[in-house]
Every structure is written in C-alpha cells, then in structure tokens.
C-alpha cells in the first residue's frame, strides 16, 4: 500500500433484533461482523483499515436509536475517530427513515460515509443516497405492515375476552397475563350503590372523602374518577375494544342489574343538565352586545322562505330602550365563524400557548405544539373553553379562565379525552381583545350589525392551501424531499401526506378558500376526505 495514502478508519456496526440465539458461539452477530471484515480486506489498496473497537448491539429493534452501541459509535464519529460505517444490510441501522435523516447529520458534520456490503453503495454519492432512500422506504413499510399484524391479533385476542395488558382496573390485581377480583372489590360496589342512592357524583366524591374511602393507591377519588368507573363496563366481566365490548374471561364484580340502574340515572342526569350539543347555537349564553346585554339566538324568515339567524340583544327584545347599546343585532354565522378562526389561530398558535406553560420543558412544550398542530378544535370544547364575549363598536372581546385552559393543555399532552374541564375553582380571567370595526347600518328603528367579516375567509384553511401548495412544488422542482420537508416544518410525514393531498384540489375550489367564498362548513377534515382527482366531482362533493 501506498505509505502517502490517507488511512480510512472503518468500523462495523452490527445489530439483531432479539436475544435468541445470541448464548451461541457462533451468531447472527459474529456472522455479519465476518462478513464486513472480509470487506474491509478487500478494500485495503484504498487505505480502509478496520479499528479495534466493536458496536455489537443483541436485542435491540431497528425502530430506534436508543441503543448503547449505536450511541457509542455516533460519539465516537462526532470526535473524529470513524471515517466509515461498514453495515450488512443497511436496515441493521435503522429501519426508520426519520431516525436515518438524524444519523446522516451526524455524518455530514463529520465528513463520514456510510456502506453497505450487500448492496453495494454509500452515502458518499447522490446516486447512493437515493438508493439508500428508497431502501429504507421499503424497510421502514414492512416494519408498519409488521405493526399491522400485531395490532390485528391485539384485536383478536380481545375479542375473545383476554385481557391485553395495561393497568387493571380499581377492583382488580394482575397474574399470570389475567386479572383478578382483589379486596378493593368492596369499594367498587360501593360507589355503584351509593351512586343509586345519592344520584350525583359530586355527592358520591364528598360521601367517600368524608369516611376516608381512596383508590386502591390510597389517593383521593376525583369527580372524573368516579364518573370513569361508573361507565366501565370492565365491572361485568367484559373487555372493550375501539368501543366494542366482549364478553372477557374475567370475572364481573357488578351485577348487570345494578350497572343497568347506574346507567340510566346518568342519562336522565345527562337530559336534565342540558348539555351543549353541535345543534345549539354556539354562543348561546354567552355572548353579549356594548352595554353588556345578554344576546338570545333568534330565526327569521326572508323572501322566498330563506332562513337567517342572529344574535338578539335582550335588551330589544324586552323593549327596554334606556339598556339598548349601538350593536342590538349581529347575524350568528358571521360570529361564530370569527370564534372558530379565533380557536384556530390565535388561540392555538406558539406564541399564546408558550406562555401559559413556561414551566414546561421544552421537549414537552414542543410535543404540546404539535398536537395542537394536528387537531381541530371541536365546537363543543370552543364553548367549554369559552367564557363569554363582548361586542364593542371598535372590538370584540373574548373572556377564557386560565385554569380551563391549561387542563385543557395538559389533557392534549397526556392525550386524555378532553370533552369534560373543570368548572369549580376558576379564578384567573384571561381577556382577548380583537380590534375590528363592526359596521353599524341605520335601519328605521333598528340598528343592524353587519357580518363581522366581509367575507368567510378562514385562516386555518387558507394557510392548509398554501402550506400544500408550495410543499408540492418543492418536491416536483426536486428542491426537496418529503424527508427535507419533514425535518424542517419539525412534523409527521403522514401529516406532509395528508397535506399534499390538498395540493391537488380545483383551482375553482383552492380560489373559493383564498377568497373567502368557501362554504361555511367547510373544515380541513373534509378536504382530506376527498378521494377523488376528478375537479367537477371534487366540486360537487364540496358543494362549490
């Protein structure tokens, strides 16, 4: 070998994904490792020499870079040591193309390459890197159809009544992969009976707090834990699965009489507390015009038989002209539709959410952004969040208690269901206040507030279109990858996916967004229905 050459420092990562078969003098392990070593060899007239340090890691799954060996080796490129990986299979790296784009960053800082034997490239040429690509896309597709499998026998196993792991319920103690009645039993009745007697589960929580009855963790019972155990239907015997319940191999501790009877004073509770549902008018009770009058929702009807909706001040309709402010009217669609921007906008965006919880670490901070990133706030939880708002001539002013809003923001990050938040203890008020000038109209004897916008242009939408649009250019310029996309919006490819769908709408349709013409039920989740390419069929299905 030429003594002037520069000496290429190699070394071999190795990886199997379980331990059976490791305790054999000669494993999986060995046998790549040979395999490498030989390649190596061959190489030698380029000044590939193999360093004495081996990164074996037995037992640990290609779906992650938490691994000893794979750490150890990606601290010891960051310091200079490695010149190249040499792998097997370049699935014995990772099988993750996100976790795959994170390693070569460690590469590229250090001007490392990465081979593998089998199939005969590295990342040291843009031929090589498309082909690790799509590789890697086909590896990380059978990891996900792997995935499939199990949850389809997870799905399996529970209907036929097996209980699937996960804490047991209060009640209950786990062996041998089953689950068993334990002494808490007792308790659990309890709370079924007194439930009957009492009717409330406020009552029932102050009943056992004051005779000192906890969970089986000795913690006080909340409202929400009451309320959870009174629906569970684990207490008959039964395993739920995605909202279905079979009949499961445990035995029940409640009597399918008693659950019965606890079921139906919770719905005539239900009835009787007139929850919010998506046909009541989102500001009902809530909204009030510039000299603080309740607003009623009211109909009317125009020529032709068409309908309209507004917001009343009660102030005209008792006829009391001493309380009647400027703003007496406002059509409700106009509203309502600002509250929903408002909920997706601002509401939702970093700068706002960061502030309530700087106590957060930031990793947590960043996982709570990205959900909220992904979901649409529903109108039944807009109204929970949503204390009141106040039309003034120059702005409309929105009231929300801090405390809802950061259970709201710890249920997202825990991902708990979020359809209840507490309304006892609600002390701080956080103000919104929007400047916007309502158009006040003179109309006889009447003053009538016009559309709060002129037209139903939504941000969220608006934003979706462009988002897709511009990614979609990128890829076909080739200026990007979904991959270069991913790291840098910091989210999902799935979420990249979904959006690029979008990216094919109409023009007729992607102008109506833009502009506001859209229809005003028009959400995100149904852009993303669209299955169908055809322009004047996506129109129809939109109603545009």
Partial sequence: MDENKKIIKCAIYTRKSSEEGLELEFNSL????????????????????????????????????????????????????VDIIVVYKIDRLTRSLHDFSRIVDVLDKQNTSFVSITQHFNTSTSMGRLTLNMLLSFAQFEREVTSERIRDKFAASKKKGMWMGGKPPMGYYRKDKKIYPSEYAARVRTIFNKYIELKSVAKVKDWLDNNGITSQNNKSLSAGNINSILLNRAFLGEVGHKGVWYKGEH??????????????????????????????????????????????????SGTKGKKYRYYVSQAVIRHEKDKTGQITKISLPPIENFVDNWFAGNFTSKEHILSLIPEYKVSDQKSVLEKLHDMCISREMERILLHRIDLKESEIILTLYKEQILEFIKAIHEERETKELQTDDLKTKLTYAIKYKIGVIDNGSKVIVGSVYNKNKNKSLINIVLKSQRWNKELLRGAATVEDIVKKENVSARYVYRLL?????????????????????????????????DWKEQEKFLNI
């Fill in 501 to 533: 769908k979008i990216s094919f709408l109409s023009p007729k349709i992607t102008t109506a967004i833009l502009e506001g013409n859209q229809p005003a039920d028009l959400t995100i989740e149904k852009l993303e229905a669209i299955k169908i390419y």
């Fill in 30 to 81: 060995q046998a790549q490792r040979e395999a490498c070593e030989s390649y190596i060899k061959s190489q030698k007239h380029e000044g590939w020499h193999l360093i004495d340090k081996q990164y074996d890691d037995g037992g640990y799954s290609g779906g992650t870079l938490e691994r000893p060996a794979l750490k150890e080796l990606l601290k010891d490129i960051g310091s200079g040591q």
């Fill in 251 to 300: 035995e029940g501790i409640i009597e399918p009489e008693v659950f019965n009877n606890v079921q139906e004073i919770m719905a005539e509770n239900r009835v009787e507390r007139k929850k919010y549902s998506p046909e009541k008018s989102l500001l009902s009770g809530k909204i009030f015009d510039d000299k603080c009058n309740i607003m009623s929702p009211v109909r009317s």
